[in-house]
């Protein structure tokens, strides 16, 4: 592959993307329930004659042929947020959606995955339109569900392997709030394992005064958290990471009762798979033995979430690297430590043993970087990406990661 | 006063009380809000020519007088609690009232008020009836709001000993789960002060992944719960009692972020005024210091009620044990350890600085305490006391009480 | 019994008792090593005539008969302590003494028990020689090892009871650093349960620098230490006393290695057999369930000492406090809270089953009491008691307790 | 350079290091007090006709001038360990030697700083009779007082740069447990950064029985050190690394005393300065707020020693390992992780601006490694590097570093 090779798209198609792109954010659905998002991709495919089946519910996946040559699968995730945007943009949404349990909530596209949608659409577009610059197959992954890590999960469970070519590398990205034009990727550990877990202490309750007849389910959690702190200050070698966070802690309705139980949710980051294992294990074994030392049963502990290893093949991403500073020019790629924050899509290589790499492309122009106040991060209600050179960029590092291991 | 001077309740006279307790049980109303109480209170002390007036809100004072002869008070409490009735009495409640948020809620007589203020206005009226019997001035002080704490205050604020004559002695009594027939008294300390607080502790949030972007309150509310235990366990003499509560804990609303602040409520027992002071003393310094620890701003604290001390003059109490003992029989007056539950009772003779004696009368048949499963206590939505011998022994104790120092 | 039968020591028996306390005061032998003293009480025996025998190793034990009657036992301990005393008395003691592990150290009676044991022998001489004013048998017991705990448990052991005729009582006392002339005494609990823990906690050493390869045994026992607060804080009636002190922590010889161990010592306060049974549980489940949250070993317990419940016979304790008001003056004989300070003379009684009763009698002037700076207490090396009136005091209380019983 | 103009040592010369190696090893001194070393040192330059002079009392530098050129510094640390050697050796050391507090204890090379005094004695010479191959100066830095901290300091104090010519770069090597014939170098941070603290807590002394009168420093104590686990776990960026060991816990003499006081140690691990300053204000914020928790007065911190940053300059790193690589074959250069472990090396280009790069070379041989039971470590008593090929490794990488600066 050369410089030369790679098409650029018409200012026709750039102006489609946009109209794409406002669309879905105008339209964002929640986890598992991206119906119109799947009935929109699906359409897109059909109009460039890409072939295509539903997987994991509203997962798509779209084969597009050209010949002999090797098989390359490109990953978009869906998926919007129960969150109420406050962008103020002329395309922002106004759509509502169903938790689990019935309630009803605003649904914005806050973490720009309808970014990823339009890029993704319009990078197939590109290359379906440019077949003589590429040989081999591209297959299109649109992931639902990624907030929640359900969504490459049910696409596996679903077959998605089975029924699509054999990919010899699973590439994605995701929009930031860095600069709009540059692209940061880590070799090796991409991004964090995030484990999540509820857990309920079961006390005996009785009345304030009388704490010899209670056995006190908030004192015991509150020995538990203490505790925890040992984990990740005593357990884990200093030069490995790993965060354990109580994100709630919830027990009593009244000060003058001691309540009969208290609930607490935790979440893990590590980026090693020992470690890990590690942490989770000193996690029960603490939650287990404070439980003891109250003189309380066991603990409840209910699994939340885990979202997998995300892991940047090294000799892929070095290679990669080196298309992307000859592409979009040195200045523009940065290498950087990995993420604490979690992701869904390693789990599709590693479930076939291909290696992938996951690279973070910016979205916020340098105006709002060097704003006053702190710049609207993904998930906030402010998050509205800088469409140009955002979505260009997007579209750019796709068509040459994609034509690194396809290009003629 | 001899045994033969205590004047019997007529089988009539039992019967309208029976008829009034089952009339209060069926419309119980919320603390500070007793007004139909207040009315029926009204009523009755018209139909026995007894002088009132209105004191603290929906509080009712009678003033019956009966030559010369010292002044005696005794005090009734009025209030019923937000709890769904589950007794199954053919009398039970179906009430509701609303909270000060606005909720409406179910009202029981859960704590056997009733029983205080039917008792009450019965022996009213026996006196009224043998005037020959005694001398001097009863004050009878029907208080609302007991269980926040409101009630005795507000009589108070409201002029309570300016406007009624002013008493040598306050008494009262109170209806708990033991047998029937029974009388449970304690000399010096009768029920232990309580002081209830909410605490705000002030963090700043991050993601989960990112503890070092937060000040966690989570972590730092864990750490002062743990640390308070310090307090009763090695700053009070271990012969002086104590206790600290944590009622609730609440923070965080998804394990994945750490939230900004948290909030927990405090409830602290105690019998000594001095060991109240150092242990107030002792929470303040930890909360105070632990956020400090956590490098987080000062914690809100907020008095949520302070009930007070409630002593029985130990002179005044051992000579009314003994008129319980001679007219009740030695078997049926027990002398008990102070308990840890708290009463605003205790406000009314320490603001005029005259002993007061409190006393529980026994409200559960042998049946009962003997039954499989745990007796209904107070508070409880079983709570049922046995019409009698409940009343009648409330009744008598009252009268008793009162012809102690009235008596001729 | 009436005043006029209480039989007053001579001015020479006075001055022959304070010759024999300085003699003991200047030669205090350690716990279970009292040889010296063990011969002096037997000479005085010998000389007064009284049958005796040796029980418990060092221990004595006289008996006096004098016709018909009841048994009563009168306990003094004679053990010094291993402290260098700082008085500057003239008969201050220069004696020394091997502990158990071979290290020689200085000697003093910083406990008082010199004044127990002239006092007791005194009292014998006095009702030696006024047989007259009684009838009966009153067994002196002479008792070593009080501060270890090992000397009633000693005597016990070598057939006391079943060697010496058994009493309906078993009287003792104690000088305190209260007014000389008065007498202290509580009606129930008279003084605390005490049991001493050894606590081994196993980890794993390591680097400093690598904590993830070692089990940290200082991070494991401040975790015990911290979660040791909720047995009294959480545990305990708040109307019952406990106390749980650690009163030593040691771990490590350098900052930069993680040790492999580290020991703590426990000392335990309870009134309450109940109470203890539940505190001493709960130390061993907090114990061994923090071991397990560290993943440790099980800890090693090696129990150091064990006091035994000192309870003053309310019947016996009452009548006898009669019998002090009558003959000290009401003036004198204060009602007193048991302490929380332990002794082993609650074994003697227990062990047959009968009743017994243990009182203070006050060991310094007024001026001392007023001076300024701490009033030297009980295992200070200043405690001085002032000879009199303590030790008059000492023998009119022993000769009225004893005739309250025997007396004609 | 290249490979051909790398001199080797001779026979002769390789057997001159030997002995001198183990005469080296039979005859360590503890740190500061290297007298005999350095006069060893300054016989072995006179030799070869080096000029030198002390620094920092045992301090030694040479000055190996060869034409013009660029300066080049090489540094050996020269200090035993108060440790009693156990590897059964024929010239394992008997010497001994005086703590500051005057105790007698074994000394021993138990950390291989005489491999590292035998290496460069040796290089030295080599490149003293090989002056066709560089030009240029080589500075020998003989540094005293490594395990200490003190020695780097002791030079710097005395004027080490002002009286040595000043160097480009800063060499240094230490020799490990790990394979004999490799070198082992991370890029960037190289070893740790460690502070040493000793706190005292002071508090209120009283009876075990009696903790309302104390201010309990056990308590205290263990409360700070379970508080000092959310430093590391909250307050570090999880990609970051810190360790906070506390080594030691001191406190109390007898169980049923709580002290006045108690004392601990803490050692904390750091590679990044930012990391470094925040742990360490972290550490004062907390063992401060803790004492107020408690309402005890400020304790006391002393710092015992302080271990400066080792880093390795990146760009003369990455360079230096091509060498190395060229010249031992890539198998035996092993880029690794920084260690958590402390040097003082890193102070000396530190205080100059001027870069530096250390790293390791492999002691053991094969079987050792492979051997049962754990293999012996710097600082055990077991510790006894094989003699080759790990000289002649130290020797040949110690040479190619200074040629890839000083070659032809």
């Not at 759509?95 to 806050?110: I, K, Q, S």
């Not at 929009?175 to 006390?203: E, K, N």
């Not at 470690?275 to 409840?300: D, F, K, M, N, Q």
């Not at 000799?315 to 290498?335: S, W």
Request: hydrophobic share 40%; with cysteine.
């Amino acid at each position: 592959m050369t410089t030369t090779t790679v098409p650029q798209p018409s200012e026709e198609l750039t102006e489609r993307m946009h109209e794409l792109y406002r669309h879905l954010h105008a339209h964002p659905e929640l986890s598992m329930q991206e119906h119109a998002t799947a009935e929109l991709i699906e359409r897109e495919l059909d109009a460039l004659g890409v072939e295509h089946f539903r997987c994991g519910g509203t997962g798509v996946v779209g084969v597009l042929r050209n010949g002999q040559g090797p098989v390359v699968a490109f990953r978009a995730d869906t998926d919007g947020l129960p969150l109420a945007e406050d962008t103020g943009l002329d395309y922002a949404s106004t759509a509502t959606g169903r938790l689990e349990d019935g309630t009803e909530v605003p649904v914005m596209h806050g973490c720009g995955h309808d970014t990823h949608v339009a890029v993704l659409l319009t990078a197939a577009r590109l290359l379906a339109g440019a077949r003589e610059a590429w040989s081999g197959t591209l297959v299109l992954v649109f992931q639902p569900g990624e907030e929640t890590a359900a969504g490459a999960q049910a696409m596996l469970a679903d077959g998605l392997w089975e029924r699509a070519p054999r990919p010899e590398v699973v590439l994605g990205q995701h929009v930031m709030p860095q600069l709009a034009g540059t692209i940061h990727c880590s070799v090796g550990d991409a991004m964090a394992m995030a484990d999540s877990w509820r857990v309920t202490v079961h006390g005996k309750g009785a009345h304030a005064s009388q704490p010899q007849d209670a056995t006190d389910p908030i004192v015991l959690g509150a020995h538990i958290i203490t505790r925890l702190q040992t984990v990740v200050a005593r357990e884990v070698d200093p030069r490995r990471s790993a965060v354990v966070t109580v994100g709630t802690f919830h027990g009593g309705l009244k000060e003058n009762i001691i309540p009969a139980r208290a609930e607490f949710t935790l979440n893990v980051r590590t980026l090693d798979p020992e470690v890990r294992e590690h942490v989770l294990g000193a996690l029960r074994r603490i939650i287990s033995a404070e439980a003891a030392a109250s003189g309380a049963p066991e603990p409840t502990v209910e699994v939340l979430s885990t979202f997998p290893r995300n892991y940047n093949d090294p000799a892929a991403t070095t290679e990669l690297l080196e298309h992307f500073r000859r592409e979009l020019g040195e200045e523009r790629v940065v290498q950087v430590d990995p993420l604490m924050g979690s992701e869904d899509f390693g789990a599709l290589g590693a479930a076939i043993g291909v290696p992938s790499v996951f690279w973070m492309f910016g979205g916020h122009d340098a105006a709002t970087l060097a704003g006053e106040g702190p710049v609207p991060v993904n998930h906030s209600p402010f998050f509205a990406p800088a469409v140009e050179p955002t979505l260009s960029t997007g579209v750019r590092a796709a068509v040459v990661a994609i034509l690194a291991r396809l290009g003629r």
